[in-house]
């Protein structure tokens, strides 16, 4: 599901072309109409539907809709790739523990809109090193904290300039998708949250982390 210009729907599009990703995408969903993301499933022959908001159609019934649309694909995962849209319980409880998203941050950062541009900003205010994308499981609807699945750090130069950094984040959600994707065609998605670790290096640049000495 997408709503924008599908560079993380291309990358796994490729990964199947490959074979290194021994699934298929069933159909490609976005709420716009007018994305890139929906012209990249049309050039690989996938199905590619818009599922867009009536007027003063409220969210449940939205989701309900769009739940509606996408059983049926019967997907084995749901994945929310630039998916803009906050989704409700009538989305989301048609498949329990099958909706996994990705986030252009570490778990406990910068949840919703704009993430890098927000990690860049700390970045050159000296207050932070480094970022990172994470892959979670969307069990409600909170924002950007469900049970993670996978995460990926990246370093933040700012010798550099922010055209750089969000790049390589790009290049970082891609290959975090697609290797989690790997992984979910052995497992399921709450048996990979069971598995995850949390690097202890992430905690040191959590918003309310504090360093304690005795």
Not at 154 to 174: D, L, N, P, R, W
Request: charged share 20%; glycine share 8%; net charge negative.
């Amino acid at each position: 599901m997408v709503s924008g210009n599908g560079s993380n729907l291309q990358a796994i599009l490729d990964a199947c072309r490959s074979g290194s990703l021994h699934g298929e995408v069933a159909a490609v969903i976005s709420n716009k109409s007018n994305v890139f993301a929906l012209q990249r499933a049309d050039a690989a022959g996938v199905p590619a539907v818009h599922v867009g908001l009536h007027p003063g159609e409220a969210r449940e019934i939205y989701d309900a809709r769009l739940a509606d649309v996408v059983a049926g694909f019967a997907p084995d995962v749901i994945v929310l790739a630039g998916w803009m849209r906050l989704l409700t319980v009538s989305f989301l409880g048609w498949f329990p523990e099958r909706v996994v998203n990705l986030h252009p941050a570490l778990p406990g950062h910068f949840p919703g809109i704009d993430a890098i541009e927000r990690a860049w900003d700390e970045a050159t205010a000296g207050a932070r090193g480094h970022s990172g994308v994470m892959i979670h499981l969307v069990p409600d609807a909170g924002v950007d904290d469900g049970p993670v699945l996978a995460t990926a750090s990246v370093e933040i130069s700012i010798k550099g300039t922010f055209e750089e950094f969000a790049s390589s984040m790009h290049q970082a959600e891609h290959r975090l998708l697609v290797d989690t994707l790997i992984k979910l065609c052995d497992q399921s998605p709450t048996e990979l949250a069971a598995d995850y670790r949390p690097d202890p290096s992430f905690e040191q640049h959590r918003p309310d982390h504090k360093e304690v000495s005795a």
